[in-house]
């Protein structure tokens, strides 16, 4: 570890650049904080996670383990990634439907966005607060997120739209096996959404 802060990781198998500043204490070993990316204090990142640069990560954002987070990319309070997850260059989270200067929302009043396992979402992805987004998920670059996107399900454009279904691997699927890895899936019993068996 590089970092100096009061409050960094007190772990020395946590990374921060130089130029970066990573002001929590709950961040997994083996996590690294590149040049420009900063981390308020009360954030939880897991381990082997990548913060890249210029990356915003605010205090009441929860990481998993493995997590990618490309650059430019900003994560606002109440934003909850599982382990696994790819977040693409500049992809944005919001927290506030109605945002206005002069009010200042508490944080029970900010809309939470949960990311699941092994999720994907493409450079420029902008997802609007209030949404969950399943897992194995695939948003494709500059897509707009405004409503929950099911498990294994692809969506793109502005608003996203379902276009179809990938695997875990990532490869889409035109039947209920992927043509890449073997993997079976089938239809989830508790929502629209598809699970590998």
Same mark, same amino acid.
């Given at each position: ?12 198998? /946590? ?5 970066? *500043?990573?002001?929590? %204490? ?17 954030? +939880? ?8 640069? =210029? ?7 929860? !990481?998993?383990? +493995?997590?990618?987070? &490309?650059?430019?990319? *900003? ?8 382990? %696994? /997850? ?12 109605? @945002? ?6 508490? @944080?029970?009043? !900010? ?9 994907? !979402? ?11 987004? =399943?897992?194995?998920?695939? $948003? ?13 399900? *692809? ?7 379902? &276009?179809?279904?990938?695997?875990? $691997?990532?490869? #889409?699927?035109?039947? *209920? ?8 899936? %089938?239809?989830? #019993? ?8």
């Amino acid at each position: 570890m590089t970092a100096a802060q009061p409050g960094a990781p007190a772990d020395a198998d /946590v990374f921060v650049h130089p130029h970066g *500043l990573c002001e929590s %204490d709950r961040v997994g070993r083996g996590t690294r904080v590149w040049a420009y990316a900063h981390v308020l204090p009360g954030a +939880r990142i897991g381990a082997g996670c990548n913060i890249c640069d =210029g990356v915003f990560v605010e205090g009441r954002v929860v !990481l998993g383990d +493995r997590v990618t987070v &490309k650059n430019a990319t *900003l994560l606002f309070d109440g934003v909850t990634c599982g382990d %696994d /997850v790819f977040l693409g260059p500049n992809v944005l989270f919001t927290n506030d439907l109605r @945002p206005r200067a002069a009010i200042r929302r508490e @944080p029970g009043e !900010l809309l939470s966005t949960t990311v699941g396992t092994g999720a994907t !979402l493409g450079a420029g992805t902008v997802v609007v607060c209030g949404v969950a987004i =399943g897992p194995h998920a695939f $948003c494709a670059a500059g897509s707009v997120v405004t409503r929950d996107v099911p498990a294994h399900a *692809l969506v793109a454009g502005n608003p996203a739209r379902q &276009k179809g279904w990938v695997c875990r $691997c990532g490869e #889409r699927l035109d039947g *209920l096996t992927c043509p890449g890895c073997g993997t079976a899936h %089938d239809m989830e #019993r508790d929502g629209p959404g598809l699970r590998a068996l």
